[in-house]
């Protein structure tokens, strides 16, 4: 028996009749003690999780790369691809999840897709990764993407579900990075749009204190998206106590 990589990384267990390994094979024993420690980790990694690190990583990035330009959704935005990119979101790996992020953001770019993605339950791993520690690159791209799916009033109701504003809350006060803040405070507004979700935004103090403070940052689009948040809250008349 011996293991070997399809075109996709994958590993496959092989075997043949005469129970002799074909030419150019070791034998698992010898692969187990690799002489290189990075040769060891990814043939470990490999045993462990069935696929090859990098060329998952690298096929993430190459899909994100892809769908910069919409005219390749067409071939792109199907369940296979989504919930490869999806898995992506989990792994034991920073850069694969950033990679998915990445290529699942570009995905939602295009408004016609986002209420696929909702359907294809992406949000949840979404809202993970932001409880992550560090990783902001990875949340950048992140909550973005949450931006794009929060246009679908379905997917606003979903990220209330899936306990959305804890993170947010958390990471709106570990970062000063502008764009984190700008998607951040822009996301908050779409939600804000739903009514259903104006009085849990203001029941979260702590977002809502951070909001608030970022009514008078000095990036005009971070406290114009922080001032539209507020006003959206303040649609609803059962949430006036908290705001004063």
């Given amino acids: 028996v011996w293991h070997q990589l399809d075109s996709l990384g994958n590993l ?40 090859d690190l990098e060329a998952r990583r690298y096929a993430a990035l190459a ?3 892809l769908a910069i ?17 999806n898995s992506c979101l989990t792994l034991p790996d920073p850069e694969t999840r950033f990679n998915g992020a990445f290529a699942l953001n570009k ?13 294809q339950r992406i949000i949840t ?35 209330l579900e899936g306990l959305l504003f804890e993170p947010l809350s958390t990471l709106v006060k570990e970062t000063e990075d502008m764009e984190i803040l700008r998607e951040l405070c822009s996301l908050t507004t779409q939600l804000t749009l739903s ?3 104006r009085y ?14 970022l009514m ?18 303040a649609e609803a008349k059962r949430t006036h106590k908290a705001l004063v």
């Fill in 63 to 65: 899909i994100g790369n």
């Fill in 12 to 51: 496959i267990r092989m075997e043949n009749a005469e129970n002799e390994l074909p030419e150019n094979n070791v034998a698992e024993s010898a692969l187990s003690e690799l002489p290189s420690p990075r040769a060891n980790h990814d043939y470990q990694f490999i045993k462990k999780y069935s696929f």
């Fill in 200 to 213: 849990p935004t203001c029941a979260n103090s702590k977002l809502l204190h951070e909001i608030s403070k």
């Fill in 107 to 119: 995905l939602a770019i295009n408004h016609e897709n986002i209420r696929f993605l909702g359907e």
């Fill in 125 to 159: 791993n979404l809202i993970n990764l932001l409880t992550l520690p560090q990783e902001f690159e990875a949340k950048g791209q992140t909550v973005a993407c949450l931006r794009h799916l929060a246009y679908n009033v379905d997917n606003r109701l979903l990220m």
């Fill in 69 to 85: 330009t919409p005219s390749t959704h067409l071939h792109l935005m199907n369940a296979k691809c989504v919930q490869a990119l």
């Fill in 216 to 233: 008078s940052h000095s990036d005009v689009e971070i406290a114009r998206f922080a001032c539209a948040t507020v006003a959206n809250i």
């Fill in 195 to 197: 009514d259903s979700l």
